[in-house]
């Protein structure tokens, strides 16, 4: 029996109890970035810009080798329209992996909603992602110590030491992780941290051709997403949460979940 194994039995094992109370000890961000002070890695998502072509989560699957095909990706586009009715309705065909074709909205399982043109007030785009959160929920519950967070703010996971428990993956209020259909792993966004640590951008930052996405260091009053985010209206999602992500919005509407 290898260590993967046999962790993973007794993760199976101990499930009724309590995860260990080192897990469960809540991070203090202000330690984390100690080592680092000069570098806050942080995204900003310009709803306004995104027009849902998908270009992101092309260039994200080929760079850090989620499957193609597979029904799951790191950073995925949302669809959203808003009826006269004041109903919301939402759709992300394969993560948007090829644009929205269609104007009828993805229920799932085969199954697509028509909208007539007349009964839509409002539709937009918006993109998602790992939100890199100071406070983060699956570094916490994770108790193989196989997510971590990184000095200068990124959650990675390292899959030689991930035991497939899934504890991450329901920890997580934002639905960014999965199993990696091919190394049955926890996946998710990690900003392209291979990428971001050796001064280039991340994957989608580099194929978004409307500049919808920006990577930048928010402990630089000069980097151009800190200015905007110091200076402009940018919201966050799921604050209520206090998880203090690190993925800013601009021209997020409150239909957005």
């Known amino acids: 029996m290898n260590r ?37 890695w942080v995204f900003l998502v310009d709803t306004h810009s995104c027009v849902g072509c998908g270009f992101c989560v092309k260039a994200c699957k080929i760079e850090n080798e989620v499957p193609y095909d597979a029904n799951v990706t790191r950073t ?8 006269k009715d004041g109903k919301t309705h939402i759709d992300s065909p394969k993560g948007a992996l090829n644009g929205f074709t269609s104007k009828k909205i993805d229920i799932g399982q085969g199954h697509t909603k028509e909208i007539k043109d ?3 007030v409002q539709s937009f785009f918006v993109p998602k992602l790992c939100n890199q959160c100071e406070n983060p929920p699956c570094v916490q519950v994770c108790p193989v110590g196989a997510t971590y967070q990184t000095a200068d703010g990124v959650v990675l996971v390292d899959r030689t030491w991930c035991i497939g428990c899934g504890y991450c993956i329901m920890g997580c209020p934002y639905g960014v992780r999965f199993f990696h259909p091919v190394y049955r ?4 966004c990690n900003f392209c941290y291979h990428r971001i640590s050796k001064g280039m951008k991340t994957a989608c930052v580099d194929a978004c051709p409307f500049g919808a996405r ?6 630089d009053p000069n980097d151009p ?9 940018v919201a966050i999602l799921k604050e209520e949460y206090g998880t203090k992500p690190q993925v800013y919005y601009l021209g997020l509407s409150k239909e957005v979940r």
């Open 4 to 40: 993967r194994e046999f962790l993973k039995r007794s993760i199976v094992v101990v499930a009724g109890m309590a995860v260990p109370t080192a897990a469960l000890e809540l991070i203090d961000p202000k330690k984390l970035l100690a080592a680092k002070p000069e570098l806050r």
């Open 225 to 233: 997403v800190t200015k905007i985010i110091m200076t402009e209206r």
């Open 185 to 188: 792993v926890a996946e998710k």
């Open 76 to 83: 995925w586009v949302e669809r959203y329209v808003i009826t």
């Open 214 to 219: 920006k990577v930048g260091n928010l402990r």
């Open 118 to 120: 007349e009964e839509i």
